[in-house]
């Protein structure tokens, strides 16, 4: 009589009934799949990829070289490491070590558990490594900060095609190597046999927005069309982002409009707090409003956005009505950015009391961050007392930071309290604390200087 596999198969029941012998291991490895690719975590226990393996092996259900690349995907973060390690033992022991998938997945294990070096050595076992191998080990190292290795490498594979290219312009990009990124990108156009892609290309507009590029970012926008791609959200938020960085908050605002229906939080985000920048909190709050109004739920991102703008604005009153929202209307808990922003709010319009108000119910430990903020309202109001309050507290979790330390003489200067000011300043160099010179870059015919 023939089973039916949907009887034989139910991912709610705990006991997963799947001793029958028409069931082989394609339907093992099927279910392994499904739990590893669920957006919700178990309901119990025996409901986890690892169990059902363990089930597997023993009825004795035959392994291929599926299984063990759909359980490694399980395995995702460094405190797993110690399960993935175990998992590895049990391929050598299967003898499926040499297979060419099982190997890739076993780099993309380690390198989402933070292990490159075991990483590496799976790769360097592999007699001819795939181009998935490849791209694997690069992206090992360019998550790892190595750079240098992962460049080594990417110039001795054997071909590329554009995942090895983006893996390597985002390691650049990622690690604040902005313009190596755009040498790179350029030798990828000359060689001319990869064509780029929306993820290349919202990678590249990243390292236009680090650097504040605004004719490589137009180039960048013009190649896009060029190339006949679509402007889809993630290109979209990728050019609101850039020319909002890049001081075209104009293009940004037409990139945004152009979107029509396909704006999502990211790309309402993305918009709302380039307009919070360049400081138009009249146009952030009615596009926050327009954003509700449109049943997009805004998440901590939109409302940081939103509160810049009102810091920016001076708007204590409509600051403070967006931050009791956060919680009330859409269960969103303030971070320390939130808090940081308040205090700012509170501190530029001589409100210090409500800002130590807010510092002292704090559900957390304030950082430089609120420290900060509030030192430098503080110094608005010419409030000697809390600006020695927050210096301390400051040095205390930062030593090195000069900042703090110029402020508060800058303070005592205005306040007329000169012999202070000294000490202050004889206090850093006591402390050997440098202040740290002001940069800044301009772009000149397309060169960033």
Same mark, same amino acid.
Not at 79 to 93: A, I, K, N, T
Not at 128 to 152: F, T, Y
Not at 407 to 429: C, F, P, T
């Given at each position: 009589?023939? $089973?039916?596999?949907?009887?034989?198969?139910?991912?709610? &029941?705990?006991?997963?009934?799947?001793?029958?012998?028409?069931?082989?291991?394609?339907?093992?490895?099927?279910?392994?799949?499904?739990?590893?690719?669920?957006?919700?975590?178990?309901?119990?226990?025996?409901?986890?990829?690892?169990?059902?393996?363990?089930?597997?092996?023993?009825?004795?259900?035959?392994?291929?070289?599926?299984?063990?690349?759909?359980?490694?995907? @399980?395995?995702? @973060?460094?405190?797993?490491?110690?399960?993935?390690?175990?998992?590895?033992?049990?391929?050598?022991?299967?003898?499926?070590?040499?297979?060419?998938?099982?190997?890739?997945?076993?780099?993309? =294990?380690?390198?989402?558990?933070?292990?490159?070096?075991? #990483?590496?050595?799976?790769?360097?076992?592999?007699?001819?490594?795939?181009?998935?191998?490849?791209?694997?080990?690069?992206?090992?190292?360019?998550?790892?900060?190595?750079?240098?290795?992962?460049?080594?490498?990417?110039?001795?594979?054997?071909?590329?095609?554009?995942?090895?290219?983006?893996? =390597?312009?985002?390691?650049?990009?990622?690690?604040?190597?902005?313009?190596?990124?755009?040498?790179?990108?350029?030798?990828?156009?000359?060689?001319?046999?990869?064509?780029?892609?929306?993820?290349?290309?919202?990678?590249?507009? *990243? #390292?236009?927005?680090?650097?504040?590029?605004?004719?490589?970012?137009?180039?960048?926008?013009?190649?896009?069309?060029?190339?006949?791609?679509?402007?889809?959200?993630?290109?979209?938020?990728?050019?609101?982002?850039?020319?909002?960085?890049?001081?075209?908050?104009?293009?940004?605002?037409?990139?945004?409009?152009?979107?029509?229906?396909?704006?999502?939080?990211?790309?309402?985000? *993305?918009?709302?707090?380039?307009?919070?920048? &360049?400081? &138009?909190?009249?146009?952030?709050?009615?596009?926050? @409003?327009?954003? $509700?109004?449109?049943?997009?739920?805004?998440?901590?991102?939109?409302?940081?956005?939103?509160?810049?703008?009102?810091?920016?604005?001076?708007? $204590?009153?409509?600051?403070?009505?967006?931050?009791?929202?956060? @919680?009330?209307?859409?269960?969103?808990?303030?971070?320390?950015?939130?808090?940081?922003? =308040?205090?700012?709010?509170?501190?530029?319009?001589?409100?210090?009391?409500?800002?130590?108000?807010?510092?002292?119910?704090?559900?957390?430990?304030?950082?430089?961050?609120?420290?900060?903020?509030?030192?430098?309202?503080?110094?608005?109001?010419?409030?000697?007392?809390?600006?020695?309050?927050?210096?301390?507290?400051?040095?205390?979790?930062?030593?090195?930071?000069?900042?703090?330390?110029?402020?508060?003489?800058?303070?005592?200067?205005?306040?007329?309290?000169?012999?202070?000011?000294?000490?202050?300043?004889?206090?850093?160099?006591?402390?050997? $604390?440098?202040?740290?010179?002001?940069?800044?870059?301009?772009?000149?015919? *397309?060169?960033?200087?």
């Amino acid at each position: 009589m023939k $089973v039916s596999t949907r009887k034989l198969i139910s991912l709610t &029941h705990p006991s997963l009934n799947l001793w029958h012998p028409t069931v082989d291991s394609f339907v093992w490895n099927t279910l392994i799949r499904s739990h590893v690719q669920r957006t919700h975590p178990p309901a119990c226990p025996p409901n986890t990829p690892l169990s059902i393996f363990l089930r597997m092996r023993f009825h004795g259900v035959q392994l291929d070289y599926y299984t063990f690349p759909f359980l490694l995907q @399980s395995v995702h @973060s460094p405190p797993h490491l110690q399960l993935g390690r175990s998992v590895h033992s049990q391929v050598l022991v299967f003898g499926f070590s040499s297979d060419p998938f099982v190997q890739t997945s076993l780099i993309s =294990m380690y390198t989402t558990c933070g292990d490159v070096g075991s #990483a590496r050595a799976v790769f360097d076992e592999m007699p001819q490594p795939d181009l998935p191998s490849w791209n694997s080990i690069i992206n090992a190292n360019v998550k790892a900060g190595l750079l240098s290795v992962a460049r080594e490498l990417f110039v001795r594979m054997p071909s590329r095609n554009v995942i090895s290219w983006s893996s =390597m312009l985002d390691g650049y990009v990622r690690w604040g190597r902005c313009e190596e990124a755009l040498d790179l990108f350029s030798q990828m156009q000359e060689e001319n046999k990869v064509m780029p892609n929306e993820y290349t290309m919202s990678i590249l507009l *990243a #390292a236009c927005e680090q650097l504040g590029s605004l004719e490589h970012g137009k180039w960048a926008h013009a190649y896009v069309y060029k190339l006949g791609m679509e402007i889809n959200v993630v290109l979209g938020t990728s050019l609101i982002e850039m020319y909002a960085k890049c001081g075209s908050i104009v293009r940004a605002r037409l990139v945004f409009e152009n979107l029509g229906p396909k704006k999502d939080l990211m790309a309402w985000s *993305a918009m709302i707090s380039g307009l919070a920048t &360049h400081g &138009h909190w009249e146009d952030c709050l009615r596009l926050f @409003s327009n954003m $509700v109004d449109s049943g997009v739920r805004p998440d901590d991102i939109t409302f940081l956005g939103v509160l810049s703008a009102c810091v920016h604005g001076g708007l $204590v009153s409509q600051g403070k009505a967006m931050f009791e929202r956060m @919680s009330k209307e859409f269960g969103i808990s303030p971070s320390v950015q939130h808090y940081g922003c =308040m205090i700012d709010l509170y501190g530029r319009a001589g409100m210090i009391d409500e800002a130590w108000n807010l510092l002292n119910t704090m559900p957390m430990e304030p950082d430089v961050l609120i420290w900060g903020a509030l030192l430098s309202g503080a110094r608005i109001c010419g409030d000697v007392e809390t600006c020695e309050v927050a210096l301390n507290k400051i040095i205390e979790q930062d030593p090195s930071n000069s900042a703090a330390y110029v402020l508060l003489s800058n303070v005592y200067a205005k306040m007329g309290q000169w012999k202070d000011a000294r000490h202050i300043r004889n206090l850093m160099e006591t402390k050997r $604390v440098k202040k740290v010179p002001g940069r800044s870059t301009i772009e000149v015919n *397309a060169n960033i200087q």
